[in-house]
T-cell receptor, first 118, second 110 residues
Framework: AAGVIQSPRHLIKEKRETATLKCYPIPRHDTVYWYQQGPGQDPQFLISFYEKMQSDKGSIPDRFSAQQFSDYHSELNMSSLELGDSALYFCASSPEGLTGAEYTGELFFGEGSRLTVL | DAKTTQPTSMDCAEGRAANLPCNHS???????VYWYRQIHSQGPQYIIH???NNETNEMASLIITEDRKSSTLILPHATLRDTAVYYCIVRETSGSRLTFGEGTQLTVNP
């Protein structure tokens, strides 16, 4: 079965550069979540989108922005990169528009994009 | 979302049952208990969830106390590949974020 696709899987940037991470949700999933996981840390929620609109916002720095496009894929844009931005970035998708017995509330996570800032 | 408390680490022998406890004493009536696990640096993986009844699937069983203030995830026959960090999370099903706390590092030993 199709899973959540994230690209690139690995990215190396210099301080003050910009980076863009992409997330392709499972087909027919309308909601995308972004998480950041620093070394030795638990995943931290950044932001989510439902039907192309921002639905929730967590601890996302002002230097970061994200959006969900008409084909439901999402991009996380990070500017003025800092050493502390080095982390694994996970995207997850879910079919929040489903109702009834089909809906379990499960989030499906991608394998992550590892960003290293030098 | 309600806060959860889990042991920092646990060990289990291969082939034995692993019982992972979780306290969620402030859970509200419309919040479910979800369990996810994360194998080293991979994306978190859903295991099971429940509201108040015990649940079982191909991966695990979930036992929720009658007052819903605590639960136990049971892996009936742990294998080496079950070594992971296990997260207990309480969440409404309706589109809210998953908030990861400090999960339990389960190590399955040969």
């Amino acid at each position: 079965a199709a899973g959540v696709i994230q690209s690139p899987r690995h990215l190396i940037k210099e301080k003050r550069e910009t980076a863009t991470l992409k997330c392709y949700p499972i087909p027919r999933h309308d909601t995308v979540y972004w998480y950041q996981q620093g070394p030795g840390q638990d995943p931290q929620f950044l932001i989510s989108f439902y039907e192309k609109m921002q639905s929730d916002k967590g601890s996302i720095p002002d230097r970061f922005s994200a959006q969900q496009f008409s084909d439901y894929h999402s991009e996380l844009n990070m500017s003025s990169l800092e050493l502390g931005d080095s982390a694994l970035y996970f995207c997850a998708s879910s079919p929040e528009g489903l109702t009834g017995a089909e809906y379990t509330g499960e989030l499906f996570f991608g394998e992550g994009s590892r960003l290293t800032v030098l | 979302d309600a806060k959860t408390t889990q042991p920092t680490s646990m060990d289990c022998a291969e082939g034995r049952a692993a019982n992972l406890p979780c306290n969620h004493s402030t859970i509200s009536g419309n919040e479910y208990v979800y369990w996810y696990r994360q194998i080293h640096s991979q994306g978190p993986q859903y295991i099971i969830h429940g509201l108040k009844n015990n649940e079982t699937n191909e991966m695990a069983s979930l036992i929720i106390t009658e007052d819903r203030k605590s639960s136990t995830l049971i892996l009936p026959h742990a294998t080496l590949r079950d070594t992971a960090v296990y997260y207990c999370i309480v969440r409404e099903t309706s589109g809210s974020r998953l908030t990861f706390g400090e999960g339990t590092q389960l190590t399955v030993n040969p």
